[in-house]
Nanobody, 125 residues
Framework: QVQLAESGGGSVQAGGSLTLSCTGSLYTGYAACLAWFRQVPGKERERVAAIFTGTDKTYYEESVKGRFTISRDGAKKMLYLQMLMLKPEDTAMYYC??????????????????WGQGTQVTVSS
């Protein structure tokens, strides 16, 4: 399994911002779904943002809409997640992931083939 590598996590106060980066073999084909997931202990990993490389269409989980922005740099093979107006409930381990095919059908973590080790984001109130 190809590894991805996330960076950019850290500890911030509520209202602060962070930008996560992901590098590695993100691209599993011409049309792939690149995504950011997050997970807190005891809960399932959830997809918070995704981008389809074929059209650059983006998808966001409802609670992060308007605060998080997913983007990519195809030339550098990088994936980013800009997080603004962070809230304590955003505290989690964040992972990047990739899978061939459209994002609209790739919501569950089990559908993704490539994962990183995660980067911790902690937001204090």
């Amino acid at each position: 399994q190809v590894q991805l590598a996330e960076s950019g996590g850290g500890s911030v106060q509520a209202g602060g911002s962070l930008t996560l980066s992901c590098t590695g073999s993100l691209y599993t084909g011409y049309a792939a779904c690149l995504a950011w997931f997050r997970q807190v202990p005891g809960k399932e990993r959830e997809r918070v943002a995704a981008i389809f490389t074929g059209t650059d269409k983006t998808y966001y989980e409802e609670s992060v809409k308007g605060r998080f922005t997913i983007s990519r740099d195809g030339a550098k093979k990088m994936l980013y997640l800009q997080m603004l107006m962070l809230k304590p409930e955003d505290t989690a381990m964040y992972y990047c992931a990739a899978v061939s095919g459209p994002c609209v059908n790739a919501v569950q973590p089990g559908q993704y083939s490539n994962w990183g080790q995660g980067t911790q984001v902690t937001v204090s109130s």
